[in-house]
């Protein structure tokens, strides 16, 4: 364009000096006006393009986020779900379990799984999107994001825990233990003094009244509505978003940038992780090739609890966030994990050489 002008300036600079020296003026103009106008439009591009960068790189951490609110949800639904079964096996058959544990799983019967502690780095992402507003692709984005953080922070009415202080009303003393987020078979009970036989004796009276019943049946539809209503109901939303966000940009991806697996089925037991090989990014597909003894094990990243999951079953089977610890048999595998779906495979392979 600008090769363009100059040549038509040449052709007219022929005539008169003064026309000559006025058009080489208002040319030179034109060309200045016209440089400027192109770096602008070129620094917008720019700008827009820094910021669609930028939005695009928030909306992967947001996708990170909520990706782990719905595995905790997936975790706290099947959580309540064992202590349901629990209750409805207590309030069948009182002496449905050994009297030294039934103390033990009626105050584990008032834990809940805190799931509005989950959602908070969520929440905090959300506030600080950066989105241009006239984009009509960003602005329905942030909108969504905005009604997803709103519904998860409207929380709900925490248990009264009436199960435990009824307990520790009639002198039943509370171990408040830090049980974690696991299901009750994989709690060690074998410390089985720290109950006397007057108490354990206590709780089996207590079981056969009216008022332990009502308390149980109370507690029941309490975390009925937890696992139906509340946890059910984050979850699918959560699962909504993540295909919002992917439909919105198919690129975004898993973060995890350090995964391993670690357990009794390993030389390091349950001290150090096992680093494993990411094999498609895309997928978080993560492999291991590994001599296995009879035992247990976990994947975690970083090296820390913070994030981990286990599963309930063997040779494959769904990761669970906080689950517990897969059972394994000897034997040498390669060990697949696949963090977008959820998924673990052992697969059996001949002996690895030493």
């Known amino acids: 364009?600008?090769?363009?002008?100059?040549?038509?300036?040449?052709?007219?600079?022929?005539?008169?000096?003064?026309?000559?020296?006025?058009?080489?003026?208002?040319?030179?103009?034109?060309?200045?006006?016209?440089?400027?106008?192109?770096?602008?439009?070129?620094?917008?591009?720019?700008?827009?393009?820094?910021?669609?960068?930028?939005?695009?790189?928030?909306?992967?951490?947001?996708?990170?986020?909520?990706?782990?609110?719905?595995?905790?949800?997936?975790?706290?639904?099947?959580?309540?779900?064992?202590?349901?079964?629990?209750?409805?096996?207590?309030?069948?058959?009182?002496?449905?379990?050994?009297?030294?544990?039934?103390?033990?799983?009626?105050?584990?019967?008032?834990?809940?799984?805190?799931?509005?502690?989950?959602?908070?780095?969520t929440a905090s992402l959300i506030t600080t999107l950066d989105y241009d507003p006239a984009d009509e692709g960003q602005r329905e984005i942030a909108k969504e994001l905005t009604s997803y953080s709103s519904f998860h922070s409207s929380g709900r009415n925490k248990s009264e825990r009436k199960l435990s202080a009824f307990l520790e009303q009639e002198n039943v003393p509370n171990p408040k233990p830090s049980f974690g987020f696991s299901s009750f078979n994989n709690f060690n009970y074998s410390d089985s003094s720290f109950y006397s036989k007057a108490n354990k004796e206590k709780v089996a009276e207590l079981l056969r009244t009216d008022e332990m019943r009502s308390i149980l049946l109370t507690l029941r539809a309490q975390k009925e509505i937890f696992v139906i209503v509340d946890y059910f109901t984050f979850y699918e939303d959560g699962?909504?978003?993540?295909?919002?966000?992917?439909?919105?940009?198919?690129?975004?991806?898993?973060?995890?940038?350090?995964?391993?697996?670690?357990?009794?089925?390993?030389p390091n037991g349950w001290e150090k992780s096992v680093p494993m090989k990411l094999i498609?990014?895309?997928?978080?597909?993560?492999?291991?090739?590994?001599?296995?003894?009879?035992?247990?094990?976990?994947?975690?990243?970083?090296?820390?609890?913070?994030?981990?999951?286990?599963?309930?079953?063997?040779?494959?089977?769904?990761?669970?966030?906080?689950?517990?610890?897969?059972?394994?048999?000897?034997?040498?595998?390669r060990v697949r994990l696949n963090l977008l779906e959820n998924t673990y495979e052992f697969i059996k392979r001949q002996p690895l050489l030493n």
Not at 21 to 30: D, K, P, Q, S
Not at 47 to 53: E, L
Not at 287 to 295: F, N, P, R, T, Y
Request: aromatic share 12%; glycine share 6%; hydrophobic share 40%.
């Open 280 to 333: 498609d990014p895309e997928k978080s597909l993560w492999e291991l090739d590994v001599s296995l003894k009879q035992g247990e094990v976990k994947f975690r990243t970083r090296d820390s609890w913070r994030t981990n999951w286990g599963g309930k079953t063997f040779p494959s089977g769904t990761t669970i966030y906080f689950g517990d610890n897969i059972p394994v048999e000897e034997g040498d595998y």
């Open 1 to 121: 364009m600008l090769r363009v002008l100059r040549n038509l300036r040449r052709k007219v600079f022929r005539g008169s000096r003064l026309t000559r020296y006025l058009f080489y003026a208002v040319g030179e103009i034109v060309l200045v006006v016209i440089g400027i106008l192109i770096a602008l439009q070129i620094n917008n591009w720019n700008q827009r393009r820094q910021k669609d960068i930028l939005f695009n790189n928030s909306l992967e951490q947001l996708y990170n986020s909520i990706k782990l609110d719905t595995e905790s949800l997936a975790f706290a639904m099947e959580f309540t779900s064992g202590q349901i079964t629990l209750i409805d096996s207590l309030l069948k058959n009182p002496k449905a379990f050994p009297e030294d544990i039934t103390p033990n799983i009626l105050f584990y019967l008032d834990e809940e799984f805190d799931i509005e502690i989950h959602s908070l780095e």
């Open 239 to 266: 699962i909504s978003i993540l295909n919002r966000l992917k439909a919105y940009n198919p690129d975004l991806k898993l973060l995890y940038k350090e995964v391993g697996i670690l357990g009794t089925a390993l």
